[in-house]
Every structure is written in C-alpha cells, then in structure tokens.
C-alpha cells in the first residue's frame, strides 16, 4: 500500500483460520493455557473461518468474535480489501480508454459498488482496524494516486503534461470528490495519533493524502502552473461558499458538497492556531499539513526520522512550485 505495489502475498493465498484471542497467547503456563482454550472453544465449531470466508461474509467476524482476536483478525481483513482495492485500480487503468473487448462500464461499476459496500460494512461492523488505513484505502478506491504522482513530476514533465487533461476531468466527478472527502479523513486520524507516531507507514499515508489534496486544488483552477488566485474555472466558482471541514466529521454539508459539489472544501490547522485552508489554495493546504507533521515532534529533541524528513522536503518543493515564478 505505501509503495503502490503489487500485495507480495494475495488474500485468495490465506487459508489459515483467523487468529485466536490474545489472551491465549499470552497464557502464562501451559496449565492456563489449556484452561482458557477449554472455556472458550469447548462449544465452537471445528474450524474458525479463514481471512478468504471472511472477506466473502463479514458477518463471520461477529459471529466468532468471541474465538478470535478481533483486532487482528479486522485488521487482516482491511488489509485484504486493499488488494481487492489494487485489483480494481489495475483493471481500471486498463479499461480507461474505449475497448472492443470489454463493456467496461458494467465491469467497473459493479466492481466499485462492491467494494463500496465491503469498506463500509468494515467500518460500521468491525473494531479494532486503523480508521487511518481504513480512509486511505477508501481513497485509493475513488482516485489514481499514480496519476497524481505523475502530475507532482514523479517521471518528468513530458509525462506530467499528460496527465494534466485526465485530472482536469476527474475533478469533475463524485469520485474526486469522495476521494479529498477519505484524505481529509486520513489527515484527521494523522492529528489523533499520539506525539511522534506519524513515522513509517502512517507518514507515507498522510503524504499520499496531501498528494490527492493538493491535485484537487490545482485541477480546480485548470492550470497546474499558476498559483490559486489566479482566475478561476467554473468549477472553481461553483465551490465559493461556506467551507466544510474535510478533517471533521460527516455533515450534510459534506454529503452535499460531494453529491452536488456545493461548498468550499477546507482544513482545519491543529487546535493551537486559527489557520486554516480550502483546498483552492493548494499552497496553504500543504502548509497545513506539514505543520501536523512538525508537530507530532515537537517534543523530540534532535531530528525526525530520515522518511519523514525526506517527505516533507517533497512537500516542501510541491507547495513552492505550486507558485511558480509568482511564488
């Protein structure tokens, strides 16, 4: 997921029965062990379900929840939509253009209603996943981060001038829209977290989210070169109203806004500072998020880990050159 790659291991690979409860590996002696595997699966079936059943009936984990470790097995589970989620990413950018072979549309559409209803029985009907993973995975479902990466310049400039018109279009959609709404929640779980745990994983997390974020703003104005002041789309214009809060809690004025694209999408800064950004002014929102980053180690003597680091000098380069020569 960080490194958008192939899973090493697929979900169709596990057969293995979910995880037992912790307190069972966690038995002192094999006397207590022996006592609590008793208790608790003196009456249960054979055999608990394998991450493959669960992903096909997620009504097994709470019907076994009291035989397995729930947060794990979630976990798992989350983990195992992601490459249902990476599948449907492939398969969507082969079928982007019109195919003789193929009806893409009922392919993708079913494909997507699927997997909509597999994140979202996940979130109401599971405990113990990350809501970090969760969202970031719900936004990989709506956008192509690689497209995004190749507009930031990943592979050069040729090929940034070719994604451009694919973003100018997307921005147009739901699924844009849906896909800033899941990284605004990805930067709302990244506030949350305790002093100095934005590292590793989470950190590449927050960086794909300012990345979707950031595109948003810049497809608006139709012109990833010039700063967001500049004269707007009319797209850009039909988003001049109150803000809504991407980083705050479902609303109806969220709904309204990815429905209907009514409303100016903004971050809220941290809680000290009254700083905040719409997402028309990709400058500000990276300037945003770069000041959660900072101050999740404040507390730290010495430097940030070296990803970090690294990550935010990226950040720093796409929030300069956002500006251009007007910067």
Same mark, same amino acid.
């Given at each position: ?114 997997? $909509?209803?597999?994140?979202?029985? =996940? !979130? ?5 996943? +990350?809501?970090?993973? @969760? #969202?970031? &995975? ?113 609303? $109806?004025?969220?709904?309204?806004? =990815? !429905? ?5 999408? +903004?971050?809220?800064? @941290? #809680?000290? &500072? ?54």
């Amino acid at each position: 997921m960080a490194l958008l790659v192939s899973p090493l291991m697929s979900y169709a690979e596990i057969s293995l029965p979910l995880p037992a409860p912790q307190d069972l590996w966690l038995a002192p002696n094999a006397v207590q062990w022996k006592a609590l595997y008793f208790a608790k699966f003196i009456d249960t079936p054979v055999r608990l379900p394998s991450l493959v059943e669960c992903l096909n009936d997620l009504e097994l984990l709470e019907t076994f929840k009291q035989f397995i470790d729930e947060q794990i097995s979630s976990t798992a589970i989350l983990y195992g939509a992601w490459g249902l989620v990476w599948e449907y990413r492939q398969l969507s950018s082969v079928l982007k253009g019109q195919s003789r072979q193929w009806d893409s549309t009922l392919v993708m559409t079913s494909r997507y209603q699927d997997l $909509t209803k597999l994140l979202q029985h =996940i !979130a109401i009907g599971s405990t113990g996943y +990350s809501p970090l993973v @969760l #969202e970031l &995975t719900l936004m990989h479902l709506h956008m192509s981060l690689e497209d995004v990466q190749l507009l930031a310049g990943l592979e050069g400039p040729e090929e940034a001038r070719r994604v451009r018109p694919v973003l100018r279009d997307w921005v147009k959609t739901v699924a844009s829209r849906r896909a800033v709404w899941h990284a605004g929640q990805v930067i709302r779980a990244a506030k949350s977290l305790p002093s100095q745990a934005l590292r590793d994983f989470h950190v590449i997390a927050v960086y794909h989210a300012s990345l979707a974020l950031w595109a948003y703003g810049l497809a608006l104005d139709g012109n990833p070169t010039l700063p967001s002041h500049t004269v707007a789309s009319p797209a850009h214009s039909a988003t001049q109203e109150q803000p809504l809060w991407l980083d705050g809690f479902e609303t $109806t004025n969220v709904q309204r806004f =990815i !429905a209907l694209n009514r409303g100016s999408p +903004s971050l809220r800064a @941290l #809680e000290n &500072t009254a700083k905040t950004a719409e997402l028309k002014n990709p400058k500000a929102v990276m300037d945003v998020v770069l000041d959660i980053l900072s101050h999740n180690y404040d507390i730290m003597d010495g430097p940030k880990p070296p990803l970090v680091e690294n990550l935010m000098k990226l950040m720093v380069l796409l929030r300069d050159a956002t500006t251009g020569s007007n910067g």
